[in-house]
């Protein structure tokens, strides 16, 4: 694992540094070759994994090397590869915890438009080859989207409902909320709960898809719309997370007025987003924000005090936050 810490104050250091895409790369290629699901039952050797996997073979023992030394496979005293125990949890697909949906949707979407980083930071325009609207009429490509926002959300819902704990609330609005991967969640912990997702007309069949695949089509429902064009259905819970980062401060500003609107008096809204500025390192979440520059037209990440001064513009009585999963911050909107 050592081989993969940089050194910013050396030649060497920022050789490495400068290099790091490549080990981005091989993981992502290691995700979309399903090479830990093909090591979730035991260890293989190379030319087990090459025929397995489809492979020329050309490269492939220095591809799984590097894996290896990135701490993705372990080697056996045999040769053979297995993974390691983080990737055996965190990468087999269909494993609860699995991000290589989101990995998967980084490699689509993302790996692509960092070559073009040097004309974002340049122009301040998004480089993105389609735009979020032109992905939507295209099955494939928001299957694929919705998979990545499912591995976002992966395992927010627990400390959502903590946060919750003690308020009466019967209702839960997820603006945004893509198929309800963490309307889900919340759900599964309240049985008297009822939970809405709204969001574009192009999700719904995702929706009730998933909805049915948990058994909780009875207990939710979709609302299809524009949140910029569309009022919010009412809820006691309305959750704006990963929304506010996709647009610019204006665009923030009218969205939580519509939030406030919406949610019920005494109800709360609940933000999440990679904020900046609450944690000690903040590297995770300005890559974050370059992600937003190179794919929306006015979004990045923004900070806690931005937010809570424009949620009690809106009328909020109450605005704490507080962090949430590894990067998020939560800031926790009441409507007196
Ligand atoms: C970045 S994802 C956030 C997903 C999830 N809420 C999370 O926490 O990761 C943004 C979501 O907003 C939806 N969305 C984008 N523009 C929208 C609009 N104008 N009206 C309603 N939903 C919209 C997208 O379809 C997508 O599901």
Not at 100 to 119: E, I, Q, S
Not at 215 to 221: A, M
Not at 233 to 256: K, T, Y
Not at 293 to 302: A, F, P
């Amino acid at each position: 694992m050592s081989s993969t810490a940089a050194d910013a104050g050396t030649a060497a250091g920022l050789l490495r540094l400068g290099n790091q895409f490549c080990d981005a790369k091989a993981l992502l290629t290691a995700v979309r070759l399903d090479l830990f699901g093909a090591l979730q039952h035991g260890p293989a050797s190379t030319e087990e994994l090459r025929q397995r996997l489809g492979l020329h073979g050309r490269g492939l023992s220095d591809f799984l090397g590097l894996l290896a030394a990135l701490g993705l496979l372990c080697r056996d005293a045999d040769g053979r590869f297995r993974n390691a125990e983080g990737a055996d949890r965190c990468l087999v697909p269909g494993r609860p915890g699995c991000v290589a949906g989101f990995l998967t949707g980084a490699d689509v979407n993302l790996y692509p438009v960092y070559g073009r980083l040097t004309d974002a930071v340049r122009t301040g325009k998004p480089q993105a080859d389609g735009d979020f609207t032109g992905m939507l009429d295209d099955p494939e490509a928001l299957g694929g989207f919705v998979r990545m926002m499912d591995g976002l959300t992966q395992g927010l819902g627990g400390e959502l409902s903590a946060v919750l704990e003690g308020i009466e609330y019967h209702s839960v609005l997820d603006a945004g909320g893509c198929r309800g991967h963490l309307l889900g969640q919340l759900l599964a912990d309240h049985d008297g709960l009822t939970g809405q997702v709204f969001d574009l007309p192009q999700m719904e069949p995702f929706f009730h898809a998933y909805m049915a695949e948990l058994g909780l089509s009875g207990r939710t429902s979709f609302h299809p719309g524009d949140f910029f064009r569309d009022p919010l259905p009412q809820a006691d819970v309305i959750v704006l997370g990963h929304i506010l980062h996709d647009w610019d401060a204006a665009q923030r500003q009218e969205l939580l007025d519509k939030a406030y609107r919406a949610v019920s008096p005494g109800g709360t809204v609940l933000v999440y987003d990679r904020m900046l500025g609450r944690r000690a390192d903040d590297t995770e979440n300005l890559v974050a924000s370059l992600n937003m520059l190179l794919v929306t037209e006015g979004g990045g990440e923004y900070s806690a005090e931005d937010v809570t001064e424009q949620a009690r513009r809106a009328g909020f009585s109450s605005v704490t936050d507080r962090p949430l999963a590894d990067f998020d911050t939560l800031v926790i909107c009441r409507k007196g």
